[in-house]
C-alpha cells in the first residue's frame, strides 16, 4: 500500500485524463450475467477509471477527520482493486 498522500495538482492531472462518457458508456453494458461470463472485459473496462480516480480515495484514505474505520474500509479497498488493476 502507497504511504504518498497526492497533491490537489496529481488527483486533478488523474481526473483530467479521465473520458467519463466514454467509461460510463462502457459500463452502462455490464450486466451481472456480463460479470460471470466475461469478468476480464469487465475489469478492462472497470481498471481506467479506477485508476483516475485511485489517487483522490487515496487522498481520501488520509483525512483526519474521516472516521478511522471509515478510511481502513476506503484502503482495503484500495488494496483489493489494486490487485485487479495492476
Known sequence: MTTHTPTFEEI???????????????????????VKTSP???????????????????????LPFIPKKWRDGIKAF???VDVLCP
Not at 12 to 34: M, N, P, R, Y
Open 12 to 34: 486533478d492531472a488523474a481526473f483530467s485524463k479521465l473520458d467519463v462518457a466514454k467509461h460510463e458508456a462502457a459500463l452502462q453494458q455490464f450486466t451481472a450475467a456480463t
Open 40 to 62: 476480464a472485459s469487465v475489469i478492462g473496462q472497470v481498471c481506467p477509471t479506477y485508476k483516475a480516480v485511485r489517487p483522490f480515495l487515496v487522498a481520501a484514505s488520509n
Open 78 to 80: 484500495i488494496a483489493a
